[in-house]
């Protein structure tokens, strides 16, 4: 054999090996229901990651229904996009982020009428999937209480997927999640002088 | 003031020093042009994440390209339903993960004509977005040569936002890139028996 062959065979191999231990695991994992998925930490892609699975939920034909319980701005490229899709309910919660308002009775008003929305989407077996974006962020303000939003997301259709994202995820919420990603900040081009892009930022 | 007006008072001053930290990055990040965003680790969302700034850059108007490198099945929601947006072009490398074909010549060959269509891409300043989708995997497994990709790279129209995907990233990559997130599996479905589920893994 060439040493190109013999890299080929040694690839080829490992690729075998690999493929027996994926089919073994993909064995064991048969059960069919709708998954808790939490994105939290302090990188980007939390949100981003939520409205990527939007798309994959209506491309499978699911009604999808989103709330964003925090939002910093009125023109993102997200809502733009999906508030007109068929099959898409989208809710936002109010403008402003809360450190533009300074106005906390306010804020909990409105992430109390938001949970209303989101729990009637829980209440709903017709949708397929419920992304609840930025919830963390409202309950570590206290907004709403954690014990209370657990139960409603206990109580969801069997087969109903929950995307919720944000800093700070509650420790309650991780134990209730069946799948936890933390977003680990490597750099950011915003700390490298680059300014908010539409598209990538928004 | 009564105890909820003192928390309320505390949480607003508390905001309004956090808008002034925030008021002050803003006025330092004034760069405008395209970022280079790396979606690593081990983690669920790398793609998902890639997928969900998609569908913001379409809703800013953008035209979006993606490229996927590396791909388990031909049935993906997220083709599916960005397959036929108008403002997206989408290439699929190929089907089948490497460990299921076993065939490495036959992979690098695929991986040169996808990277040959993401060139393409690159070279479009008419694209304001384009995914490279488990080009990570492409790279670890030496389908393509980093380096070749980071001259393509750097090379792109001035304002062209890129996101490249797949656990593993060569570190030249991530020097090369703006945003960098690694995505730190923290718990997921899988390992607790759930199959992998239309609108969530796929």
Do not use: C
């Not at 040493?3 to 048969?30: C, G, L, P, T, Y």
């Not at 259709?157 to 999640?177: K, M, N």
Request: proline content about 3%.
């Amino acid at each position: 054999m060439t040493e190109n062959e013999q890299r080929d065979a040694r690839h080829n191999a490992r690729m075998a090996r690999k493929k027996a231990v994926i089919d073994d695991r993909i064995a064991h994992a048969q059960a069919e229901r709708g998954v808790l998925l939490v994105n939290t930490g302090n990188g980007k892609g939390k949100s981003s990651a939520g409205f990527g699975l939007v798309a994959r939920a209506l491309g499978h034909g699911l009604q999808v229904g989103v709330v964003q319980f925090i939002k910093g701005r009125a023109d993102t490229g997200e809502e733009a996009f999906f508030r007109n899709q068929p099959g898409v309910r989208w809710h936002v919660m109010g403008d402003g982020f809360t450190w533009d308002t300074q106005d906390r009775a306010r804020d909990v008003a409105r992430a109390q009428a938001a949970w209303a929305l989101a729990r009637e989407m829980l209440q709903d077996p017709g949708i397929g999937l419920v992304v609840l974006d930025e919830l963390n962020i409202a309950l570590k303000h206290h907004y709403l209480e954690v014990d209370a939003v657990l139960a409603d997301l206990r109580a969801r259709p069997l087969r109903q997927h929950v995307v919720v994202t944000g800093r700070g995820a509650p420790a309650a919420l991780l134990d209730a999640a069946d799948t936890v990603t933390d977003m680990t900040p490597v750099k950011h081009a915003f700390a490298a002088g680059v300014k908010a892009m539409p598209g990538m930022e928004w």
